[in-house]
């Protein structure tokens, strides 16, 4: 596997391809699954599509004293408390060599291990279970410890954060300790941060020189997640880095948090994930409410086991956004909401984006709209019409348009009927 790179506001190999991030959230993966199920997990997900999967190494439910399938945990304990200075690396089969063996795994399926190092509960119990174990010192000992096992493989990405804000100096502290050990051992793996809902990254860290590229976390809550893709424009300002979403509504997730008002589907996946990759983002994360927990037994707040929802619609499509993308020339696409006429609101707002001889727009309720493509393109003449179906990832010919204002009429229209209009420039 090569080496990741940041190229402008994307990432690409060191040999200049580009690579559109693609991630899944198994947050829970090192905590729960078996070596026979994680490498299922990592099988499937690399026939979908995916080339990267977000997993915690001190996972939230509990991850400190409850132990993994293997019965180990990741930490020794000192007078009945998690000891960080002492990781639990005795023997076949402890925590951390099932770590190994997940990330072995990953590896062996081309797709990368965004090494979460602590869900934020460990240094910030604004809520979940904790307990709190970190401070500056120990924090730079511990990511000293992950960073000399991992850094030698090439499919790690090193991600901050853990779903927590940093709310205080000593927060602040103890993640410029962990990327400070990062750095002093490994000069070759990115480095990013995973926000709590309805922030970013560039909340906390946009002057952190050690961060390679910024996420947001929209979130499952209506209001917010509606406005994915103005967390995507906030960090494009706040940051010259590349941008992309590593938390946004899972598939099978109680919309609002309650399950008496339903659950996010493959609809509302898909919204997110096009109103922001046409924002710039340089990639997308996917999440299954089932499969971050990696659920085994269904109740309202987790409907399914975590294996009955692995080829769920969302998850099967995903892949379609990467393709899109990479059809057409992949640096130099940027947002361009000047060329709708119009917008409207809500969940039927639209984004549109430009390159190098190319439109791109999104319709996520197949609602009619006026472009004008001569804002971006003034001596074009004609254009290309492809309609491309987010479901199938099927282009369709749509004849040929003059370079003036045009009314576009998507394919179909309603609620799951969404559309991505192509323009080509051939003349």
């Not at 511990?142 to 990405?157: L, Q, S």
């Not at 995973?194 to 209001?223: C, E, I, K, R």
């Not at 940051?239 to 997730?253: G, I, M, N, Q």
């Not at 309720?365 to 001569?374: E, W, Y």
């Amino acid at each position: 596997m090569k080496k990741l790179i940041v190229k402008g506001r994307y990432l690409a190999w060191e040999d200049g391809e580009p690579f559109f991030y693609l991630a899944d959230t198994a947050w829970e993966l090192f905590h729960i699954l078996t070596r026979e199920e994680t490498e299922y997990y990592f099988k499937e997900r690399s026939r979908q599509g995916f080339n990267a999967s977000q997993i915690v190494a001190l996972a939230e439910y509990s991850g400190l004293t409850t132990p993994n399938a293997y019965g180990r945990y990741p930490l020794k304990f000192k007078d009945g408390v998690p000891d960080v200075t002492h990781p639990d690396t005795d023997g076949e089969y402890s925590y951390w060599d099932h770590v190994d063996f997940a990330v072995q795994t990953a590896e062996k399926y081309g797709m990368f291990v965004v090494f979460v190092l602590t869900w934020g509960d460990k240094f910030n119990l604004r809520h979940g279970v904790g307990p709190v174990i970190f401070d500056p010192e120990n924090a730079y000992g511990y990511a000293k410890f992950i960073t000399e096992r991992y850094k030698e493989y090439p499919n790690v990405i090193w991600m901050l954060g853990g779903d927590r804000a940093l709310e205080t100096k000593e927060h602040r502290e103890i993640v410029d300790a962990m990327a400070k050990a990062i750095r002093e051992t490994d000069t070759e793996h990115l480095i990013t941060f995973h926000a709590p809902g309805s922030h970013a990254s560039t909340d906390y860290l946009a002057d952190a020189p050690y961060m390679d590229f910024h996420t947001s976390q929209s979130g499952h809550v209506a209001y917010e997640a509606y406005r994915s893709d103005e967390c995507m424009m906030k960090m494009r300002d706040a940051s010259d880095k590349p941008y992309l979403e590593s938390e946004s509504r899972y598939e099978d997730h109680p919309i609002d948090f309650k399950p008496d008002l339903g659950y996010w589907n493959d609809v509302d996946v898909r919204q997110n994930t096009y109103w922001n990759v046409l924002s710039g983002a340089c990639g997308q994360t996917y999440g299954n409410h089932n499969v971050w927990y990696m659920n085994r037994e269904p109740k309202p707040y987790f409907p399914f086991t975590w294996q009955q929802v692995m080829n769920h619609p969302g998850a099967e499509q995903m892949r379609f956004v990467k393709e899109l993308r990479l059809s057409r020339d992949y640096f130099s696409l940027t947002p361009a909401p000047e060329l709708l006429c119009e917008n409207y609101q809500g969940m039927g707002h639209m984004t549109a984006a430009a390159g190098n001889g190319y439109v791109f727009v999104y319709s996520p309720l197949g609602l009619p709209f006026t472009l004008n493509p001569k804002e971006r393109f003034p001596d074009a003449k004609l254009f290309r019409i492809q309609w491309f179906d987010p479901r199938t990832g099927e282009e369709t010919y749509g004849g040929t348009i003059p370079n003036i204002p045009n009314t576009f009429a998507p394919p179909s229209s309603g609620r799951g009927n969404d559309w991505v209009l192509i323009l080509d420039v051939i003349l």
